[in-house]
């Protein structure tokens, strides 16, 4: 069965340290990918998507993720980290002709100021 | 422009009542699919609805159910509702294959 994974569910980070959540998906054929974001109280909110092309892609707030298809993984990153990176991220997939975005548990992200 | 907009957002019943949840998507996106949000299962698919059909569905009960109108505004519905039932109902839309989804800020469900 088609699966995402997260591999971190909570994440502690001092401000101004390097970020990378890791993100693996089950499946060989295509993949849509995708890092959403939530932040306490509000809803979710896209921060990049990968479709095709150049596997390093770049998403709002600094964020990035590179899809490495040898390993099914899309990890994001950030070079540095602020306090109001504090959140939720949940790493989603499109597989194949399946519509359903099948979603990892998320990792929840404490920035210490 | 306006968001996808859910109402209501809180919600309390009773075991065994029935449930009915409203989505009304961006203006121009014609796919709408609902998730539950809870802390131990994360975000479950329940359904998809694209220009008034469903396209794909989740692996949840025949209680829950949903529909879109010719306006693309969705509705979803639990019946016989359960205590485990309780949890964020989150309805996305999108305007087509090839976009990410915009979600809506849920539907907190309780079942007491």
């Known amino acids: 069965a088609q699966s995402v994974s997260q591999h971190n569910h909570h994440v502690i980070l001092s401000e101004a340290a390097s970020l990378e959540l890791g993100c693996n998906y089950s499946?060989?054929?295509?993949?849509?990918l995708f890092w959403y974001v939530q932040y306490p109280g509000q809803h979710l909110q896209l921060l990049l998507k990968?479709?095709?092309?150049d596997p390093l892609v770049k998403g709002i707030k600094g964020f990035e993720a590179e899809f490495i298809k040898s390993k099914f993984s899309f990890n994001l990153r950030k070079p540095s980290v602020q306090w109001s990176d504090t959140a939720e991220y949940f790493c989603?997939?499109?597989?194949?002709?399946?519509?359903?975005?099948?979603w990892g548990l998320g990792t929840s992200l404490a920035v210490n100021p | 422009k306006a968001g996808v907009t859910q109402t209501p957002r809180y919600l309390i019943k009773t075991r065994g009542q029935q449930v009915t949840l409203s989505c009304s998507p961006i203006?121009?996106?014609?796919?709408v699919s609902w998730y539950q949000q809870t802390p131990g299962q994360g975000l479950q698919f329940l359904f998809e609805?694209?220009?008034?059909?469903?396209?794909n569905k989740g692996n949840f009960p025949g209680r829950f159910s949903g529909r879109q109108f010719s306006n693309s505004r969705s509705e979803m519905n639990v019946s016989t509702l359960e205590l485990g039932d309780s949890a964020l109902y989150l309805c996305?839309?999108?305007?087509?294959?090839?976009?990410?989804?915009?979600f809506g800020s849920g539907t907190r469900l309780t079942v007491v």
């Open positions: 996305a839309s999108r305007m087509r294959e090839g976009n990410g989804y915009t």
């Open positions: 990968y479709f095709s092309g």
């Open positions: 989603a997939a499109f597989a194949g002709n399946n519509r359903k975005l099948i």
């Open positions: 499946y060989g054929g295509t993949v849509n």
């Open positions: 609805y694209f220009s008034e059909t469903q396209r």
């Open positions: 203006s121009g996106h014609r796919s």
